[in-house]
């Protein structure tokens, strides 16, 4: 008798929720490395959790939801990536490819051009509510111009990075110490958007977007304190490690080795610290009573800055690394504590969302993402739609090894776009990348270059000479605005009749003029470096 109302309770939550428009949440870490959380990312093999790193909270949402084993960033860099996570293209499509994107400047590629998660879901007509709080994207601006009715821009520029080093980047105004990387007052502003949305019952998308895992590091005191202790007695140091920074003003007075684990500490204390936001978060998600309508996921934009054993590399590099990042995702019909191996990419989550939300509106035809919506719910056995080329990765970086990635199935492309050398790795099996086939398997390397190149040059993507040449001709620009600088302050320093104030101005931008002018100079001779260099790290 007692399982009758139990039965019925959930016979009636199954018909609730099945008719009910799903609300979305993304949580996007900053840096997060495949193997930073205690969580890993293939069940049978718990060294792929980090040993000393403790994120309770995600472990909880794995338990509950689905973790995904070959999950991809769109791009080893922050910028790119999360252009191309809001529009669902590949970073070469969406015209942004890396950091500080010359082609992209000179093009003044509009991306107001294109549909957002945030645009899409309004033109669904479902009475969405979207919120954008975090780290933005610099070359989208400011997001409520691209859908989003709540956000936290409330500063002079976009938030980027400086807003997780600064209240006020612009007055260099601190974070206050009991809100590191302001990981706990973006908790109190996501969790102040679900009460809203409890009141008025409206359907949402939040995209809640991490300044942490991204130097400088800053972690609360006590909980840097519990990881200072744990590595003392882990090794063996008597008197424990001092909780002093490398860039105090202290630090030559401490042993080296002690400086580099209280970094450690730091490191852990900080990544414990993002996991308890998220887990305030989805604590009043629950309480709420709306966790069952709602699809939590949690990845990073992109690899860890850390070490990321056993993958090859990290972030900037186009390596497993660099690309391959963790992926958690809890929602309506997605089995609990499941797995599932088959490879996804961030770009999917807008054409996933269309479909989840039951939109009748088409997308457009120049999307790369498709719908993870049968994965979600049938892991491994789900069908997936093919795809018009695989995962494609485009990075012609002028500032690190530029390289383009291609995975397709279980085989992975990498070309290095000075010297045009391939290698081949099957990194279903290999996915530390340790062992090349491009020799042993010609027909494949071969297809896949072919089908590559054509992907690239249907979406018109940046060439390597292209993004060399352009930020040689950035750095000519700014060479000569300085050397017209200095000549112009040089003339009137020569003429005489300044006050003491007047000269002393004139000679301090004097000296702004002469340093920008050598930074300038030292990376046009980076930049020949860079043009030649056959590295491939």
């Known amino acids: 008798m007692k399982l009758l109302p139990l039965i019925l309770f959930l016979l009636a939550s199954t018909v609730l929720y099945a008719g009910a428009t799903p609300n979305f949440i993304i949580i996007y870490a900053d840096d997060l490395g495949y193997t930073q959380t205690s969580v890993p990312m293939m069940k049978d093999r718990p060294e792929l959790a980090h040993e000393l790193h403790q994120t309770p909270n995600l472990e909880k949402l794995a338990a509950r939801g689905m973790r995904f084993s070959n999950a991809y960033c769109p791009s080893p860099v922050c910028t790119s990536s999360r252009a191309s996570i809001q529009f669902g293209m590949t970073t070469a499509r969406v015209g942004c490819i890396s950091i500080h994107d010359v082609v992209m400047n000179k093009k003044e590629i509009d991306m107001g051009k294109n549909l957002s998660i945030a645009e899409m879901l309004k033109e669904a007509d479902k009475g969405y509510v979207t919120a954008f709080f975090g780290k933005g994207c610099t070359p989208m601006g400011w997001f409520k111009d691209h859908g989003y009715d709540v956000t936290d821009f409330i500063h002079k520029h976009p938030n980027g990075n400086a807003h997780g080093d600064w209240w006020e980047p612009a007055e260099k105004t601190p974070i206050p110490l009991d809100d590191p990387k302001r990981m706990f007052s973006l908790a109190k502003t996501s969790t102040g958007f679900l009460q809203e ?317 002469k340093k920008n002018l050598e930074k300038h100079r030292l990376n046009s001779k980076q930049l020949d470096g860079n043009r030649t260099s056959e590295r491939w790290f």
């Open 197 to 513: 949305r409890a009141r008025d019952k409206k359907p949402f998308f939040m995209m809640i977007s991490h300044y942490a895992l991204h130097v400088h590091n800053t972690s609360l005191k006590s909980t840097r304190e519990k990881y200072l202790k744990l590595l003392a007695e882990q090794s063996g140091i008597e008197g424990g490690i001092p909780d002093i920074s490398k860039h105090d003003a202290k630090a030559d007075t401490v042993d080296k080795k002690l400086l580099s684990l209280r970094e450690i500490a730091n490191y852990a204390a900080m990544m414990e610290n993002m996991d308890t936001s998220i887990g305030t978060v989805l604590d009043e998600l629950k309480a709420l009573g709306l966790e069952e309508n709602t699809y939590v996921i949690f990845s990073s934009d992109n690899g860890g800055g850390l070490k990321n054993s056993p993958l090859q590399g990290g972030k900037a590099k186009m390596w497993e690394g660099g690309l391959r990042v963790p992926m958690i995702v809890a929602g309506p019909g997605i089995p609990a504590n499941s797995q599932c191996d088959q490879p996804v990419a961030q770009w999917d989550f807008l054409t996933t969302m269309h479909d989840l939300s039951g939109s009748s509106v088409p997308l457009p035809d120049d999307l790369d993402g498709i719908s993870l919506r049968s994965v979600f719910e049938k892991g491994n056995d789900g069908k997936l739609a093919k795809r018009d080329t695989g995962l494609v990765f485009h990075f012609p970086a002028y500032y690190t090894v530029p390289i383009t990635s291609y995975r397709d199935g279980d085989f992975k492309l990498m070309r290095h776009l000075n010297t045009g050398e391939v290698k081949l790795f099957n990194v279903s099996e290999d996915m530390g990348e340790s062992r090349e086939l491009s020799k042993t398997m010609p027909e494949k390397t071969t297809d896949m270059i072919e089908r590559l190149d054509l992907y690239l040059e249907k979406v018109g993507a940046w060439t390597m000479k292209e993004v060399y040449a352009t930020r040689q001709e950035e750095l000519d620009e700014w060479i000569e605005r300085e050397q017209e600088r200095i000549a112009s302050i040089e003339r009137e320093l020569a003429d005489g009749g300044l006050s003491a104030d007047e000269s002393k101005k004139l000679k301090a931008e004097m000296k702004t003029a």
